[in-house]
């Protein structure tokens, strides 16, 4: 495949996986600044928030183990399926990464998606790196719209991740 084709792959599964999280573009009701004057999440903290949880997203999710920091993602259905695998990992206070090859019917690529976190006055806000806004991701008494009770104890990831990668195993 060219290098042209994966790049463009690469932009156009995770655009949708970032889409499908919410965090790709905050809304009026939780968009927050006072994040930027906020100090980074500290590393075991953010540990904490995703380790052994599984982010539901509206047509998808993402399973962070904590065995071996193993990361899998599925999103879409049918024709826009695709998967995500790979590593996720934290390398400093307050961001949080995963490095994953992802699949679709198109083919795969490799990218890295990036995330930090920032917390003041016990509520953490989030932004997706590069060019994310911050928004309010945790209240400090978490609440029902928080980003953050997307997060669930658990795989929650694995049954449907199967399926969609054998799906695409056949079409190879």
């Known amino acids: 495949m060219s290098k042209i084709f994966l790049s463009l792959l690469a932009g156009s599964v995770m655009v ?3 889409a499908a999280t919410g965090a790709g573009a905050a809304t009026a009701k939780n968009k927050d600044v006072t994040a930027q004057f906020g100090v980074p999440l500290p590393a075991n903290e953010l540990f904490q928030l995703y380790q052994g949880r599984s982010w539901l997203w509206s047509d998808g999710a993402g399973y962070f183990s904590p065995k071996q920091r193993q990361f899998r993602s599925w999103t ?8 995500g695998e790979g590593r996720w990992f934290i390398p400093n206070a307050g961001k949080l990464c995963f490095k994953a ?13 990036c ?14 790196e590069p060019d994310g806004e911050w928004y309010l ?4 008494a978490v ?7 997307k997060l669930r104890k658990g795989d929650y990831v694995g049954k449907r991740f199967g399926m969609v990668k054998a799906r695409l195993s056949e079409k190879s």
């Open 143 to 149: 609440k029902q719209g928080d980003e953050y009770a």
């Open 137 to 140: 991701f945790k209240h400090a």
């Open 115 to 128: 995330f930090s976190h920032r917390v003041k006055g016990g509520n953490v806000y989030q932004k997706r």
């Open 76 to 83: 879409g259905s049918g024709k826009t399926a695709s998967y």
């Open 101 to 113: 090859t992802w699949t679709a019917q198109s083919g795969s690529a490799p990218a890295v998606t």
């Open 16 to 18: 949708g996986c970032i």
